[in-house]
């Protein structure tokens, strides 16, 4: 079975300028986050999962017990945010009051997918990270 937990370094992304504008992130803060390359940790703590997010710009946690709902603050407000974790794949469903999101953080023994959907549009993008 595939690790979850670990760290991971941010390798590239596709279209993740569109899916930004897609859930209303503004031009320069969409600039900024296009173009900083995150590092992903991802932990376990007793029953407690924790994935932090960690730019120059801020750091994004995620502290969840799967299939229980939690809140967290967006750029655009708060979120209510549910984990689910099925073999290799952690999945995320993020309603806020104008978008839902989808992500999918797929691992493998090397690397990080993140596929992310805003809902609304349909509108996709994939984030790869590398373990170190």
Not at 51 to 78: A, D
Not at 81 to 88: A, E, K, R, Y
Not at 96 to 121: A, C, G, N, P, Q
Request: charged content about 25%.
């Amino acid at each position: 079975m595939v690790q979850l937990e670990g760290k991971y370094e941010h390798v590239k992304s596709e279209n993740f300028d569109e899916f930004l504008k897609s859930i209303g992130v503004p031009l320069i803060p969409r600039k900024l986050m296009t173009s900083s390359n995150p590092v992903v940790e991802v932990a376990k703590e007793g029953d407690v999962w924790v994935i932090r997010m960690s730019t120059l710009i801020r750091t994004i946690e995620y502290k969840f017990t799967p299939g229980e709902p939690i809140q967290t603050e967006t750029m655009g407000g708060m979120a209510q945010n549910v984990f689910t974790i099925d073999g290799n794949v952690i999945k995320q469903t993020q309603k806020s009051d104008t978008y839902t999101t989808e992500v999918l953080r797929e691992f493998s023994d090397e690397s990080l997918v993140m596929t992310i959907k805003h809902v609304e549009s349909g509108i996709t993008c994939h984030r790869n990270f590398k373990r170190v």
